[in-house]
């Protein structure tokens, strides 16, 4: 019983969710806040209405002015849009991971947090894509989407694996 009244004050005071780590050389969790942005507004200043509807790479712009580039989701082969879009310029707290490559720094998304309200995993593309298939989101099919999806499948026939052509 002692044991457990020493050990409970640190779970209590533990994160509910920290930062996956995906074990990538180099990768350093993080959380952090910032405002949704649209990457190319805030670099050209073209800035179309709604952060470009999900067609444009999306960011975190952060109150010292650093411009955090989130290239990446909980899920496989997904990109961050679909999770950040609902808070186009709105301010939100993200968890994930960032990595480094070629001297290029991104940040891999894991959830996000908006003021105010609970944490939501951002595996948006995942849910999407189960539900246009009717399937559950933890379904052994939608978690492995890339798999299933008739679109890769026909990209991998006409272009190969690699992209080199088919047969290759």
Request: hydrophobic content about 40%.
């Given at each position: 019983m002692r044991k457990l009244l020493l050990i409970l004050p640190l779970l209590i005071a533990s994160p509910g969710w920290a930062a996956e780590s995906w074990g990538l050389p180099g990768e350093e969790a993080a959380?952090?806040?910032g405002k949704v942005v649209d990457v190319q507004c805030v670099l050209?200043?073209?800035?179309p209405k709604d952060c470009g509807a999900g067609r444009r790479q999306l960011?975190?712009?952060k109150k010292d002015g650093a411009l955090i580039l989130a290239m990446k989701n909980a899920d496989p082969f997904a990109g961050a849009t679909r999770d950040l879009l609902p808070f186009c310029g709105k301010s939100i707290t993200v968890d994930g991971l960032f990595t480094s490559n070629e001297g290029v720094r991104a940040f891999a998304l894991q959830r996000v947090k908006p003021p105010g309200g609970e944490w939501i995993a951002a595996n948006g593309f995942v849910?999407?894509?189960?539900k246009a298939h009717k399937l559950k989101p933890d379904s052994p099919q939608a978690e492995e989407w890339f798999r299933h999806d008739q679109t890769?499948?026909?990209?991998?026939?006409a272009e190969g694996?690699?992209?080199?052509?088919?047969g290759q």
């Amino acid at each position: 019983m002692r044991k457990l009244l020493l050990i409970l004050p640190l779970l209590i005071a533990s994160p509910g969710w920290a930062a996956e780590s995906w074990g990538l050389p180099g990768e350093e969790a993080a959380s952090f806040d910032g405002k949704v942005v649209d990457v190319q507004c805030v670099l050209t200043k073209d800035c179309p209405k709604d952060c470009g509807a999900g067609r444009r790479q999306l960011g975190l712009l952060k109150k010292d002015g650093a411009l955090i580039l989130a290239m990446k989701n909980a899920d496989p082969f997904a990109g961050a849009t679909r999770d950040l879009l609902p808070f186009c310029g709105k301010s939100i707290t993200v968890d994930g991971l960032f990595t480094s490559n070629e001297g290029v720094r991104a940040f891999a998304l894991q959830r996000v947090k908006p003021p105010g309200g609970e944490w939501i995993a951002a595996n948006g593309f995942v849910r999407d894509w189960a539900k246009a298939h009717k399937l559950k989101p933890d379904s052994p099919q939608a978690e492995e989407w890339f798999r299933h999806d008739q679109t890769v499948a026909g990209r991998i026939k006409a272009e190969g694996k690699l992209g080199l052509g088919p047969g290759q």
